[in-house]
């Protein structure tokens, strides 16, 4: 009987991994590093998180997850209310939709895939800021930030098939 | 052959209950849409709602900032062991350079003083501060704000000044109970109101979200202005205190005068409020036009 609970607790615990992975990132990501261009350079890490673990496994982050995440993602950081899940949502649905010709291929066919959902993201992040606050944004910083968040893309993946490999293979 | 068999209850649900996930995606896609007209609209319910989340989290950003912070500060400080040298001839430069002034500051006070006294000149409010360390960042391309570690516990109020050791960083637009937010004064809707010092002329330095922020409204555009010259607060609509230094003027390529600020954004790790005592004439929202209610909110 415990060891039917304990088991049970153990799968729940692992599968709520994508969950809480994806959380400590957005806390990690809104924390201020104090140094010299840093800000500029800070890749959209939740980003990352939602794109991966919509490929690998969908249903570990449903859609109202991805939703809080982005909301709080908002607050957190004050940018416009509501284009956090937005975006997040946006590249659920993307990602859902190409989850065939994403998922079990070659891992440079996932971050082309990374790069396209991203440029996507952030044109679409682009236009709803410029069009919320009245005035055209610069598009370099979001280049930049686009282009950094898909850079550094190998290096969460890596972290997160690692978590996967070691916690939630299916016995 | 399949197809005609009676389906059992479990292959029944199999597609109620994918449509039920398609519905209510679509349903948490239209409430992202509504978020955004919410936040247009309703700026009050948003800024609770932020100042909600942002002490809820605090006590965590605050934990987890502090080492972040560690390394932040050993990476730079590796890059200036290098320029040790150079940076030590500086300093001893510029030591002679502002015992100097100091000297003449000394001097200044006293007389400042003597005819302030002559001439019954009603004394400034007294102000006081209130340090907090900055926990979280905006980070992304649409807004300059940053999160600081004290709230109305310590005394953070809306719309007092922060400052860093060098100028004015910006303005407290929402105080929770623990933390508060900070709009820099690069934000695309900060506006401060200040006076050139050479020429006491007045303007306004408005931010872009870029890192020099515009001098508005500066009759003498080129004859007058200088680049270089001491951009400080004029203390006009009574909330912020006069004199704060925000930075220098810069004339760009395009004759459009500029800011630079004091404040070094990326190093920026602790700021100073000030509480004037006037700050909560801001705390009410302000009648007015739906677009100028709208800047006070990010």
Not at chain 1, 53 to 69: A, K, M, S, Y
Request: aromatic share 6%; hydrophobic share 50%; net charge positive.
């Amino acid at each position: 009987m415990t060891a039917g609970v304990l088991h049970r607790l153990d799968g729940w615990a692992r599968d709520l991994l994508p969950t809480l992975l994806t959380v400590a990132l957005l806390l990690l990501s809104a924390v201020r590093v104090p140094m010299a261009g840093f800000r500029t350079m800070t890749p959209a890490v939740v980003l990352i998180a939602v794109y991966h673990w919509t490929v690998h496994r969908p249903e570990l982050l449903p859609p109202g997850v991805i939703f809080v995440v982005g909301l709080v993602q908002d607050l957190l950081t004050g940018s416009p209310f509501g284009t956090g899940p937005l975006t997040l949502l946006a590249v659920h649905v993307l990602v859902v939709s190409q989850r065939r010709i994403l998922h079990g291929k070659a891992f440079l066919i996932a971050w082309w895939g990374f790069g396209l959902v991203a440029a996507t993201t952030f044109l679409v992040l682009w236009a709803a800021g410029s069009a919320l606050s009245g005035v055209l944004l610069d598009p370099r910083e979001v280049a930049f930030r686009c282009l950094v968040t898909v850079t550094v893309y190998p290096l969460f993946a890596a972290l997160f098939l690692g978590v996967q490999r070691a916690f939630m293979t299916r016995a | 052959m399949r197809l005609l068999r009676a389906p059992s209850p479990m292959r029944l649900t199999m597609p109620i209950r994918a449509w039920m996930q398609r519905f209510a995606l679509l349903l948490l896609i239209l409430a992202s849409f509504g978020l955004i007209v919410l936040g247009k609209a309703d700026t009050v319910v948003v800024e609770r709602l932020r100042t909600r989340t942002a002490d809820t989290l605090a006590p965590l950003l605050d934990a987890i900032s502090r080492p972040v912070a560690t390394v932040g500060r050993v990476t730079d400080e590796v890059r200036e062991i290098t320029a040790l040298r150079a940076e030590n001839d500086r300093l001893r430069e510029a030591n002679g350079r502002l015992l100097q002034w100091q000297e003449v500051a000394r001097r200044l006070e006293a007389e400042n003083g003597q005819l302030r006294e002559l001439m019954n000149v009603t004394p400034e409010p007294s102000l006081s501060y209130v340090s907090a360390r900055i926990i979280a960042d905006s980070g992304g391309a649409f807004v300059r704000s940053v999160l600081v570690n004290a709230g109305g516990r310590q005394g953070a109020a809306k719309g007092q000044a922060a400052i860093a050791d060098h100028g004015l960083a910006g303005r407290v637009v929402e105080a929770g109970e623990r933390a508060s937010r900070v709009l820099l004064i690069t934000d695309l809707n900060s506006r401060i109101p200040v006076i050139v010092e050479g020429t006491r002329e007045r303007a306004v330095v408005a931010g872009d979200n870029g890192p020099r922020p515009r001098l508005l409204y500066v009759a003498a555009r080129k004859d007058g202005l200088r680049g270089g010259e001491r951009v400080v607060t004029s203390g006009h609509g009574g909330v912020f205190p006069p004199g704060i230094p925000i930075g220098e003027v810069v004339l760009g390529e395009d004759a459009a005068p500029r800011v630079l600020p004091y404040v070094d954004f990326d190093r920026l790790e602790y700021v100073r409020l000030v509480d004037t005592g006037l700050a909560q004439t801001l705390s009410e929202p302000i009648p007015g036009p739906q677009r100028i209610r709208g800047r006070g909110r990010q």
